[in-house]
């Protein structure tokens, strides 16, 4: 019988941006800076890739959501 191989994953671990940053909340105007976590197809990034802590993920979220009813990005790409 074969036993089955352990793969370790080596790497480092994913750090929030708004934390590194000391940022309380997200705020919706600054575009510049939440574009980072949407894809060009204009879905938002999951926390697993973005690094980001579930606090500002959930923040992260209901401001890009904002933006898009604000109409300051697409809901979709063009």
């Known amino acids: 019988m074969v036993k089955p191989v352990k ?6 671990r994913k750090v ?3 934390c590194v940053d000391k940022i309380l909340t997200v705020d ?3 575009v510049k800076r939440l574009r980072t ?3 060009e ?3 938002i990034i ?3 890739i973005s690094g980001n802590c579930a606090r500002h993920q959930r923040q992260l979220t209901g401001a890009l959501k904002r933006l898009r009813t604000v109409a300051l990005i697409p809901y979709v790409a063009e």
């Open 41 to 43: 197809r204009g879905k």
């Open 28 to 30: 919706y105007r600054d």
């Open 46 to 48: 999951p926390r697993r």
């Open 37 to 39: 976590f949407m894809t």
């Open 7 to 12: 793969r370790r994953r080596f790497g480092r």
């Open 16 to 18: 929030c941006k708004f």
